[in-house]
């Protein structure tokens, strides 16, 4: 590669230059941001599963109605993000073959089954709150195309959030029943969550090129305490109390100190062998297969209609 060529690249991001899909670029950069932009559309695709089991089961109709808007924004989402991977030259059906081939991944907190309502909620709250958390520094990513979509997708999470925070209050507030419904969904999805930050920063293998590169902008570790730290207060305002007994407020650092996350369980999981990963995986395949007609009736229209334009 040319090195005055790798030297301008990197001063265009060390001055916060956006990097635009015809800009020369390190193959390395291409490589990693397809990497993750893919697995972002693919987390966004799949997270509509588990949610989605709860649409015909929502509790009332307002509530059936802001589940089927929150799941339908995840659908634009990962739209977008395919569109952003795709002006880095490669297509839709390349990266879903990748996805179902286990060659790319999705966020492992998709591989959990939603048991009760109150997953709704806690899904709603903490995974669309965590992601809130990952996808803001997202906004001010070097690639413009990916930024350019965190921006919208940003929005409509804050949506997302709210709504399952709406939904924890209304149990808490609830008969016994409903607290403990909502205090048994936390209990199963908090570390779970605190995993969608990714390995511990010693542990990333990817982190020390995409903090050079500006795609990340914080470290995962980082992140990850900064969610502990907005949402500790959050559950305490519901009343419920979080599975992890060392939790303790240190004074002086004002951080939240939180015991060890099972590396060994976020390793299977995001090795294939989570609670749902074969069933989102067959899902997303029967959905993909089931689609087909659609995508040749909608290119065979298009032919017609570029035939019928050139006369
Ligand atoms: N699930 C599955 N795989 C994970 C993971 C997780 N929770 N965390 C990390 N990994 C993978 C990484 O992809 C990487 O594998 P790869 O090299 O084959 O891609 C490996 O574990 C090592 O992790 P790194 O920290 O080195 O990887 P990254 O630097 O890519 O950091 C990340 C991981 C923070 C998730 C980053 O990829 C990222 O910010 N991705 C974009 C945001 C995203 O994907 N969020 C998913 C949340 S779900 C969502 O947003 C939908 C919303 O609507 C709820």
Redesign the pocket.
Known sequence: EDAALAARFQAKVDAEEKIEPNDWMPEAYRKTLI??IA??AH??IV?MLPEGNWITRAPSLKRKAALLAKVQD?GG?GLYLYAAAETLGVSREELFEMLISSRQ?????FNYPTLSWADIGVIGWL??GA?IM??IP?CRCSYGPYARAMIRVCKE?SF?QRQGFEIMLTLSRGTPEQKAMAQDALNRWWWPVL?????SDKE????DA?MRWKI?RFT?DELRQKFVDATIPQAQHLGLTLPDPDLKFNEETQHWEFGEIDWAEFKRV?AGDGPCNKQRIKQRKTAYEGGAWVREAATAYAEKRAARARG
């Open positions: 990497r993750q697995q972002h987390s966004e997270g995840e989402h991944k999705y966020s492992s907190i995974v669309d992601a990952n996808q997202l999470e997302h995993m969608m930050f990714g390995p990333s293998a990817n982190t995409t990340k995962n995001v």
